[in-house]
């Protein structure tokens, strides 16, 4: 498995429609609000990496594709996936990877452990 950013990242997009209907908006109060179907949609995209050996990547990536995609929601009805800005998802996913190795309490085996640190050594800036 590559472990550059950007071969990850087409990975996963591939894995996504290639454009995501953001309707309907469900607001929750406040300025909170939901997508309907989209954390089910990453659930079920995400559930198929789940004890393989990319799942700590992907995982992670995932989910942070879908915080940028809930962020654009509020903007727009429907978005290609290949227009999101790559560099907005790359800050959560590295983020939710720094975690990993900074917080135990995650629970992250020693072999997630060890990939996030490969992962962040093949992806010096």
Do not use: C
């Not at 789940?50 to 509020?74: C, Q």
């Not at 290949?82 to 072999?111: D, H, V």
């Amino acid at each position: 498995m590559t472990l550059k950013f950007n071969d990850l990242l087409v990975k996963a997009f591939l894995d996504w429609p290639q454009e995501i209907d953001l309707n309907p908006l469900v607001k929750g109060g406040d300025e909170r609000y939901s997508i309907k179907g989209l954390g089910q949609m990453s659930d079920a995209i995400s559930k198929g990496y789940i004890g393989t050996s990319e799942e700590v990547m992907l995982r992670n990536l995932h989910d942070a594709i879908y915080e940028v995609l809930h962020g654009v929601a509020a903007y727009t009805t429907r978005i290609k996936i290949s227009e999101l800005r790559p560099e907005a998802i790359r800050i959560r996913f590295e983020r939710r990877l720094q975690n990993a190795l900074k917080m135990p309490e995650l629970g992250y085996l020693s072999e997630d452990i060890k990939l996030v640190k490969r992962y962040f050594s093949t992806n010096e800036k």
